[in-house]
């Protein structure tokens, strides 16, 4: 899929706030080798960076428009072009850090335990993934996707994985580290803009959908899907969008 990371970061301070939750429980004072999988545009990267100055820090990301504008904004970090599935550190890390990014991958029960296997000694595995499979954000784009014109197009399309529940991974991780700390939060994201709902979704998990169509169908999926979103995302008196957003957090240490 091609990002786009301008419309990625049109919401950059709601999708950022996890992403410093997530590294506010990182119990590492000094790590030499810090890894961001999945850093997508490389503004959380670069703040790994600022949190440890002394570590050499690498993104890692499947998609070179999102690297483009990594290596551009954050000249302090190396980036590299790699899959979460196949990715392998020269050396191994102290830190393998992912906010928002493990859940476009499946496999996750053999991921996980690979991703714990690269790690140093004493190394921390930080994750968060959204749980929001379920939640009519996306729920819509594959109901709206099932009926109308595209729906050939559509049938197959490929897209952010549903993640296990919280005690799935907790099974996963739990034998394999020595510290496991999980948490999931439920943000408030109050987005500001007309159809905010929508252009938060266009950033991200409609975007595979966005890309099987043409532009005449694309514009029809979109007013159908911006249609049904505006029953349970409606604009506040205030005119604020408000979209809850639930966040699975796991901190591993082996
Ligand atoms: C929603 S963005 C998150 C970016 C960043 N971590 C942040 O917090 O803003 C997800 C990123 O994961 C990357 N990604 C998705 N699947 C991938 C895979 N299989 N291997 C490597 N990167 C992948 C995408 O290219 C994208 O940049």
Request: aromatic share 10%.
């Given at each position: 899929?091609?990002?786009?990371?301008?419309?990625?970061?049109?919401?950059?301070?709601?999708?950022?706030r996890?992403?410093?939750?997530?590294?506010?429980?990182?119990?590492?004072?000094?790590?030499?080798?810090?890894?961001?999988?999945?850093?997508?545009?490389?503004?959380?990267?670069?703040?790994?960076?600022?949190?440890?100055?002394?570590?050499?820090?690498?993104?890692?990301?499947?998609?070179?428009?999102?690297?483009?504008?990594?290596?551009?904004?954050?000249?302090?970090?190396?980036f590299?072009?790699?899959d979460?599935?196949?990715?392998?550190?020269?050396i191994a890390?102290?830190?393998?850090?992912?906010n928002?990014?493990?859940h476009?991958?499946?496999?996750?029960?053999?991921?996980?335990?690979?991703?714990?296997?690269?790690?140093?000694?004493g190394?921390?595995?930080?994750?968060?993934?959204?749980?929001m499979?379920?939640?009519?954000?996306?729920?819509?784009?594959?109901e709206?996707?099932?009926?109308?014109?595209w729906?050939?197009?559509?049938?197959?399309?490929?897209?952010?994985?549903?993640?296990?529940?919280?005690?799935?991974?907790?099974?996963?991780?739990?034998?394999?580290?020595?510290?496991?700390?999980?948490?999931?939060?439920?943000?408030?994201?109050?987005?500001?803009?007309?159809?905010a709902?929508?252009?938060?979704?266009?950033?991200t998990?409609?975007?595979p959908?966005?890309?099987?169509?043409?532009?005449?169908?694309?514009e029809?999926?979109?007013?159908?899907?911006?249609?049904?979103?505006?029953?349970?995302?409606?604009?506040?008196?205030?005119?604020?969008?408000?979209?809850p957003?639930?966040?699975?957090?796991?901190?591993?240490?082996?």
């Amino acid at each position: 899929m091609q990002w786009d990371p301008a419309q990625y970061l049109r919401y950059a301070d709601e999708r950022l706030r996890p992403a410093l939750d997530l590294m506010a429980r990182v119990p590492l004072a000094t790590p030499a080798r810090v890894v961001d999988l999945g850093c997508g545009p490389g503004n959380v990267t670069a703040i790994l960076k600022q949190r440890w100055p002394e570590a050499a820090v690498t993104g890692v990301d499947s998609s070179p428009e999102m690297l483009g504008k990594a290596a551009a904004s954050v000249p302090e970090c190396r980036f590299e072009l790699g899959d979460f599935g196949t990715w392998m550190p020269e050396i191994a890390p102290d830190l393998i850090y992912s906010n928002a990014a493990l859940h476009w991958l499946g496999g996750h029960d053999t991921l996980f335990p690979r991703l714990l296997s690269l790690l140093s000694k004493g190394g921390v595995l930080a994750v968060q993934m959204p749980g929001m499979h379920a939640a009519p954000l996306r729920a819509l784009q594959h109901e709206v996707a099932a009926s109308g014109p595209w729906a050939a197009a559509l049938a197959d399309v490929g897209f952010a994985r549903p993640i296990l529940e919280p005690g799935a991974y907790w099974d996963l991780l739990r034998p394999r580290c020595t510290a496991l700390d999980m948490w999931e939060t439920t943000y408030m994201h109050a987005l500001q803009g007309d159809n905010a709902a929508v252009q938060w979704a266009i950033g991200t998990s409609l975007k595979p959908f966005l890309d099987r169509l043409t532009p005449e169908l694309r514009e029809g999926y979109l007013a159908a899907y911006s249609k049904a979103m505006a029953g349970p995302y409606p604009r506040r008196a205030d005119g604020s969008t408000l979209l809850p957003f639930r966040r699975v957090f796991m901190v591993a240490t082996v």
